[in-house]
């Protein structure tokens, strides 16, 4: 039964390999600007918060295969050639960072706001204070959702399948369309995605663990 799994598995590890790659990349970049823009939501003005407010608004609004979609099509739209990969892999950045954004800027502000106060008193800056003493509490308050958010993240990067983006998922249908084993293939790739994201979810629960016994 599970024979064509078998002789298929070397070729669905390759479409992994690129899944991990492309999730990492995603994972990492979408965090890093979200981090940045979620800071940026607490040191700015009110223009700056509206904006960014907005952009969360409509990101968090729309499913992302939407966006994906979006962004596939958009560089075509505008006259450029962009390579598949870069163009869906933007459009996931974009999509991640809009909730690390709000998962950033929402840890911030449950930082006691009597610590700020009491660093103005003391003649800190805005920055030094968002640097010094309010990061450094969100970031423990942070990694719990971050962690979930990109384990979101690493399973929707099966959706670039849809686009014709090759990668696990893409590689499983062109197994399936050559075998006809839907249930084998799709176990296997099953199996793949949970050994991929099971260590993630084991490290996400042991970090809100640790943060309420902490808090």
């Known amino acids: 039964m599970l024979d064509v799994l078998i002789s298929s598995l070397p070729y669905l590890l390759q479409g992994a390999w690129i899944t991990l790659q492309l999730a990492f990349v995603v994972v990492t970049a979408g965090t890093l ?3 940045a823009i979620g800071v940026l939501a607490n040191l700015g003005g009110r223009l700056v918060r509206s904006l960014i407010t907005l952009y969360v608004f409509v990101l968090r609004g729309i ?3 939407v966006i994906m979609l979006l962004g596939y099509y958009i560089f ?3 006259g450029y050639r962009v390579n ?3 163009a869906v892999g933007t459009a996931q950045i974009i999509y991640v960072a809009a909730f690390v954004t709000e998962i950033v800027r929402s840890s911030i502000l449950s930082v006691p706001q009597g610590q700020t106060a009491a660093a103005k008193s003391l003649g800190m800056r ?3 204070i968002v640097r010094e003493i309010l990061l450094p509490q969100a970031t423990r308050i ?3 959702p971050l962690l979930n958010n990109a384990l979101t993240a690493i399973k929707q990067t099966s959706y670039v399948s849809i686009v014709g983006v090759w990668e696990l998922t893409y590689a499983a249908r062109e197994v399936v369309e050559r075998t006809l ?3 084998q293939i799709f176990l296997g790739v099953m ?3 949970f050994l991929i994201c099971y260590p993630l979810s084991l490290l996400a629960q042991w970090s809100e663990r640790r943060t309420v016994v902490v808090n």
Request: glycine share 4%.
């Open 76 to 78: 075509p739209f505008l």
């Open 63 to 65: 499913p992302i295969i």
């Open 126 to 128: 805005r920055f030094a």
């Open 191 to 193: 199996a793949i995605y």
């Open 181 to 183: 084993a839907s249930f």
């Open 84 to 86: 598949p990969y870069i």
């Open 142 to 144: 942070a990694i719990p």
């Open 33 to 35: 600007l979200g981090v």
